[in-house]
């Protein structure tokens, strides 16, 4: 669950891949009205088609900040950001769009009638349906954590939020302000199991800064490549190997332990 939820923590790296792929795509629409997070392009080539892109919802501001301010230069480029409930009136004005948290469902898909792309800010698409999309001819991609800076970001937040738990760190705060000192007592890491439900990008990342608290990682996902050793850290000395497990609970590869198949 603490993997999960910081899983959307995203880096400001994401913003300039994602910047890198709005040039590819150009085509005339039509402005909509009652937007009032809509800039006007200035200086703009009229004989040159315009592409729209659309941020939905006003989390991660950074992304459509960053993205906005960067193609200032591009003046044939045209980004917007509405609330998440306007987004199906909008939606079928733009070319491109980046879901973030909204739902794109076969209503709202059906909508998009000029839509090309939609873009994740980081990479989960389970708020998508890719066939609805497909089948409207929609393309949908997301930004792979391992090559951005995303995962080592969540990685390294998954760490501060375990030791935060462990240490009571909440409680704590609270004795400092009573100036209470020897509580609570916290716990350690050291000779901790640790559990990481989905062994991706992120998964790898946290077992690797996990390696120094001298922990026994558990790790599981739904699929493994045939080379697993690949995913295992290197360094590791035997007490330390990951223990990984399939998506039924039974163990796999040549590092799995010959105990209990299930979890």
């Known amino acids: 669950m603490l993997v999960w939820c910081i899983k959307r923590q995203i880096a ?4 300039k891949n994602l910047i890198l792929g709005l040039t ?14 809509m800039a006007e392009k200035k200086d703009v080539d009229k004989d040159k088609p315009i592409t729209r892109v659309l941020f939905c919802g006003p989390h991660f501001p950074a992304s459509q900040i960053y993205t906005r ?17 306007q987004v199906p009136d909008h939606i079928g004005n733009y070319d491109l769009c980046v879901s973030k948290n909204m739902l794109f469902d076969s209503n709202v898909l059906s909508r998009a ?3 090309k792309l939609i873009m994740q800010f980081g990479v989960g698409l389970e708020g998508i349906d890719i066939d609805a999309a497909t089948k409207h001819g929609i393309k949908v991609a997301r930004i792979p954590g391992d090559a951005t800076g995303n995962a080592a970001s969540c990685a390294e937040m998954a760490i501060y939020l375990t030791l935060g738990l462990l240490r009571k760190q ?5 004795s400092v302000q009573q100036k209470m000192l020897g509580e609570p007592i916290g716990e350690t890491l050291l000779g901790k199991t640790v559990f990481i439900m ?16 001298d922990v026994k990682i558990i790790a599981t996902k739904r699929s493994w490549p045939s080379n697993s050793e690949v995913l295992i850290p290197k360094g590791w000395h035997s007490e330390q190997a990951l223990l990984i497990f399939n998506e039924k609970g039974s163990p ?9 198949s299930r979890l």
Do not use: H, W
């Open 12 to 15: 400001l790296a994401n913003a």
């Open 24 to 37: 590819c795509f150009s085509s005339q629409l039509t402005r909509s009205a009652g937007m009032s997070s």
């Open 69 to 85: 301010e960067y193609l200032e230069k591009y003046p044939f480029i045209q980004v917007d950001d509405v609330p998440l409930k």
């Open 113 to 115: 009638k000029q839509l």
């Open 170 to 174: 909440n409680e704590m705060q609270i």
């Open 198 to 213: 989905g062994f991706g990008n992120i998964g790898i990342d946290l077992a690797k800064r996990l390696k120094p608290f």
């Open 252 to 260: 796999f590869g040549e590092y799995c332990s010959r105990g209990s």
